[in-house]
């Protein structure tokens, strides 16, 4: 079956600090892979994606790449800033027909504070 | 702004009574939403796919007749927790495909406690 799995949190990082939010994956087929952010009293919101191996996904700063040798999708920026703080989920979908292309198999979510 | 919205964000009910969630779209026709929840510390689980005007598809080990799931119309899917227990406690999720790029979009969602 299909798993996502992410580093767990709280993580508590000073401004300016760099995150990484470490992601691995175990899928049947080849998965597009996904991190959603979900802001105090928001819906989870696409934050970036990627659909083949070596391609990275970035917005906002924050970057991943999808790596097929290590089942990986790292979530990472350079400068995170109090605005930042949210739950960040890893996640995938496998490419079957219909509506099943868009079932999303979630990771737990990484709870991130930035503090000034 | 949003794009999918959810009422309640916040509900209490008593064990043994039901609870509706609702799912709306916006701005846009929905045939097809789904439904996910999250406990504490586990990840985000799809429930079911819900599908206007047809039945839901549930995943395995979903209760079909505890989570009724109603998509009457393009703009809102239901959930309905019949006879809640505390173990039902949970939070419960809804997204719904944008046809134009086919762009998920994900509710607020709604935080149930039984008591």
């Known amino acids: 079956g299909n798993s996502v799995t992410q580093m767990e949190g709280p993580v508590t990082l000073s401004e300016e600090a760099f995150l990484t939010i470490n992601c691995t994956y175990t899928?049947?087929?080849?998965?597009?892979l996904f991190w959603y952010v979900q802001y105090p009293g928001e819906g989870l919101q696409l934050l970036l994606k990627?659909?083949?191996?070596?391609d990275k996904g970035s917005n906002k700063g924050f970057e991943a790449t999808y790596r097929k040798e290590t089942t990986s999708f790292h979530l990472e920026k350079g400068s995170v800033q109090v605005s930042d703080s949210a739950v960040y989920f890893c996640a995938l979908s496998v490419p079957y027909s219909g509506a099943g292309s868009y079932q999303l198999t979630f990771g737990k979510g990484t709870k991130l504070s930035v503090i000034p | 702004g949003a794009v999918v919205s959810q009422h309640p964000s916040r509900v209490i009910c008593k064990s043994g009574t039901s609870v509706k969630i609702e799912c709306r779209s916006l701005?846009?026709?929905?045939?097809?939403m789904f439904w996910y929840r999250q406990f504490p510390k586990k990840s985000l689980m799809l429930m079911a796919t819900s599908n206007e005007g047809s039945k839901a598809t549930y995943e395995q080990g979903v209760e079909k007749d505890k989570f009724l799931i109603n998509h009457a119309s393009l703009t809102l899917s239901t959930l309905t927790v019949t006879s809640a227990h505390p173990e039902d406690s949970s939070f419960y999720i809804c997204?719904?495909?944008?046809?134009?790029?086919?762009?998920?979009?994900f509710g607020e969602g709604s935080w149930l406690t039984v008591v």
């Open positions: 701005d846009f026709q929905a045939t097809t």
């Open positions: 990627a659909t083949k191996a070596d």
């Open positions: 997204s719904a495909i944008k046809g134009i790029g086919n762009t998920i979009y």
């Open positions: 899928a049947t087929g080849y998965p597009s």
